[in-house]
């Protein structure tokens, strides 16, 4: 019903910047970017409503990251820029209400792998 389908992530210097996509299809939600390293929880990095006219960050990526969306494509973007290495993990969206936590969200993408080299 619901599919979520990320892209965009690589292998870049610190300093860098990338543009993540997830093209959501089987409805419109409001939407999350989180990110998960090995041996750690999954942790907020971004969210945005419905409409897009609302956005929320996660003060490690405050003035960084911006989330943005294209509702006539039904995609949302998080554009990460000035990237550090501390900001390596792999990259979901979610589907859902915007909360902070990923035990809210209905509907999770496949996820895509961002690692930044020092």
């Known amino acids: 019903q619901v599919q979520l389908v990320e892209s965009g992530g690589g292998l870049v210097q610190a300093g860098d910047s990338l543009r993540l996509s997830c093209a959501a299809s089987g409805g419109t939600f409001s939407m999350g970017w989180f990110r998960q390293t090995p041996g750690k929880e999954r942790e907020f990095v971004a969210a945005i409503s419905r409409s897009g006219g609302i956005t929320t960050y996660a003060d490690s990526v405050k003035g960084r990251f911006t989330i943005s969306r294209d509702n006539a494509k039904n995609t949302v973007y998080l554009q990460m820029n000035d990237l550090k290495p501390e900001d390596t993990a792999v990259y979901y969206c979610?589907?859902?209400?915007?909360?902070?936590?990923?035990?809210?969200?209905?509907?999770w993408g496949q996820g895509t792998q961002v690692t930044v080299s020092s």
């Open positions: 979610a589907a859902g209400r915007m909360t902070t936590a990923p035990g809210s969200y209905d509907y």
